[in-house]
């Protein structure tokens, strides 16, 4: 599975984004498909992840109510709504993917085979 990421840009705090994750390959619907984020600095962190068919979606609480993410099986994506963006939101951002029956987190890394090449958000308070 090949994946990227797109949809990123500059925006005013309060503002939206909606990303994109775009993936090559026949057996894309069977993955769990998380989006992760990496501040300046700072460590790769977890966003949000959802099941393969799409049916259970996931939030960290840092975005919780303001972020939703959400897949179209039939066209090989996954999207990360973005509304009420803060400047700590700042981050590039990488959707990656797991087996759906992988014994680790989702919230980590290191459960994740597959990953984008990441998109740039930047919110300017």
């Known amino acids: 599975v090949q994946l990227q990421a797109s949809g990123g840009g500059l925006v005013q705090a309060g503002g939206s984004l909606r990303l994109s994750c775009a993936a090559s390959?026949?057996?894309?619907?069977?993955?769990?498909v998380g989006w992760f984020r990496q501040a300046p600095g700072k460590e790769r962190e977890y966003v949000a992840h959802?099941?393969?068919?799409?049916?259970?979606?996931y939030h960290a609480d840092s975005v919780k109510g303001r972020f939703t993410i959400s897949r179209n099986n039939a066209r090989n994506a996954v999207y990360l709504q973005m509304n009420s963006l803060k400047s700590e939101d700042t981050a590039v951002y990488y959707c990656?993917?797991?087996?759906?029956?992988?014994?680790?987190?989702?919230?980590?890394?290191?459960?994740?085979?597959?990953w984008g090449q990441g998109t740039l958000v930047t919110v300017s308070s």
């Open positions: 990656a993917a797991g087996p759906s029956s992988a014994k680790g987190p989702y919230s980590s890394t290191s459960t994740y085979n597959y």
């Open positions: 959802i099941s393969s068919g799409g049916s259970r979606v």
């Open positions: 390959g026949r057996s894309f619907s069977t993955y769990v």
